[in-house]
C-alpha cells in the first residue's frame, strides 16, 4: 500500500513538473518533446530524482496506448479542406516511397561510417524513419508558424500515415534476424499488404462504425467520448492482433469521424485534446526514465552521426523524390524536408528488438534516443526562423528559395 501511495505521489509531482515544464518551454521556443523528455530523465536514475524504470515491456504497453490516443486526436484534427489531391497523394508517397528511402540512405552511412553489419544499420534505419505525430503536430499547432495551410496538412497526413511501413519494416526486419529462412520475398510481400491493406480496411470500416454508433447512439453526451475512445482501443487491438497495422487504423478512423458531422463532435473533440496532451506528457516522461544517460555517453557521437546524414541527406532526398516530380515548389520542398522531426515513434519501435532479445538491442535503443534527441533540438528550434526566412506565405521562388 505505501509504494502504491508513494507512486501516485509521483505521478502527481512529474504532471505538475510537466505543466511547468510546458509553460517555460513555450517562453522560450523549446520543443515540448524535448521539455517532457528531459523531465523524465532527471525523475530516472542518473537524475535527482533517482527513479529506476526498466521494464520494456511496459514501456512497450504504455506506449501503445499513448500512441493509439496521439493518433486518434490526430486524426480527429482533420478537416474536409485537408483532405485535397495536392496533399493526399504526396502524404501517401512520403508515407510509403519516403520512408524506404530515408531508410536505405541511413543504412548505407551506418554501414560506411560506422562499419555496422546491414541488417543492423537497415534496422536501424527503418526505427528512425517515420516522422512522429507527437512532435510534429505539437510544434505546428503552437507554433503559430507562417506557412501555408497546404504545407501544414501534408506534415499532418504524413506524420499520421508513415508509422505502418516503418513497422513494418521493423517486424520484418526483426523476423528475419530471428529466423532467415522464415521471411522469404512472398511471405514479405504479404505481410505488407496484411500491414498496409488490412490497417485500411479496418481503419475505413471500424471508423464507419464508429461514426454510425456516435450519430445514432442516444447516450449522456459526457459518454460520447468514451464509447470514442473504447472504439479507438478496439480497432487498434484487433488491427494488431489480426496482423495488420494498428496505428493506421486508428488515425483513419479518428480522420472519419474528424471530417464527418455528428452530435457526438464537441464532446468527442474536446475531451481528445487534452487527453492527448496527457498521452503525450506520459509517453515522453516514460522514455525519458527509460533511458540512463550514462549509457548515451557511449553512443553519442555514432548516434550524432546517423542524425547528421538522416537530418541532411536521407529526409532531403526522400522529400525531393516525392515532392518535386508533383511541382511542389522548392522552398516547399524544403521546409517539408526540415520539418522530419523524429520523435517518440523511433524510440518506440526501438524496444521491439529488445524485446525480442536481438543481440545489442539496448545499444540500439541509445543510440535512436541520441538521433531523436539530435532531431528534436535542431530542427524543432529553427524551424519557426526557417519558415519566415523562406516566406512560404509570399509564393514564388525567391532568391532564399534557390539557394536551397
Known sequence: MATTHELIFGAGILGLLAIFAATFSSRFGTPLLLAFIGLGMLAGEDGPGGIFFDDYEMAYLVGSLALVVILFEGGLGLKKSTLKKTVVAPAIGLATVGVLITAGIVAYGIVLLLHLPWLVALLIGATVAPTDAAAVLSVLRSGNLPVPPRVTHLLELESGLNDPMSVFLTIGL??????????????????????????????????????WLLRRAWVHAPLYPVLALSGALLLFGAAQTLGASGFLAVYLAGGMVGVNESRAANPVTHFFEPLGWLAQISLFLMLGLLVSPHELLGNIWGGLAIAAVLIFLARPAAVASCLLPLRWKVRETGFVAWVGLRGAVPIYLSIIPILANIRNGERMFSGVFVIVIASVALQGWTMGPLARWLKLKEGGDSSAASSL
Open 174 to 211: 526483426v523476423q528475419y534476424m530471428i529466423h532467415p529462412g522464415g521471411m522469404t520475398v512472398p511471405r514479405g510481400v504479404l505481410f505488407l499488404v496484411q500491414e498496409l491493406g488490412g490497417g485500411a480496411i479496418i481503419g475505413f470500416g471500424g471508423g464507419y462504425m464508429l461514426l
